[in-house]
């Protein structure tokens, strides 16, 4: 029973920003890794941006020195700031968390249905 919503998707201009947010509830014992993807028209789905429990980040290479992840663990909750924001960057942005559930105490990955992000001017 554990659901993943994501909120901030936009149209923005090229150079804006967004800041992207994904609040995981339900029966959650536990969030370990949360991260976010993204699937551009005609692309395959990629790996943005990860954090780990323990505050430890990774990005892909093109969004590097552009976008921030960060978690709020009090609010079970990822966010993604994108900024310098280009073309480029326009695709459905899917929000992943590995969660331990009260119930199994069992890690397991789940996805939010994504939120919209267009870079045009």
């Known amino acids: 029973q554990v659901q993943l919503v994501e909120s901030g998707g936009d149209l923005v201009q090229p150079g804006g920003s967004l800041r992207l947010s994904c609040a995981a509830s339900?029966?959650?014992?536990?969030?370990?890794?949360m991260g976010w993807y993204r699937q551009a028209q005609g692309k395959e789905r990629e790996l943005v941006a990860d954090i780990t429990s323990g505050g430890r980040t990774n990005y892909a290479d093109s969004v590097k020195g552009r976008f921030t992840i960060s978690r709020d663990n009090a609010k079970n909750t990822v966010y993604l700031q994108m900024n310098n924001l280009k073309s480029e960057d326009t695709a459905v942005y899917y929000c992943?968390?590995?969660?331990?559930?009260?119930?199994?105490?069992?890690?397991?990955?789940?996805w939010g249905k994504g939120t919209l992000v267009t870079v045009s001017s």
């Open positions: 992943k968390a590995r969660i331990m559930e009260a119930r199994t105490l069992y890690g397991i990955d789940y």
């Open positions: 339900g029966s959650i014992f536990r969030i370990n890794t």
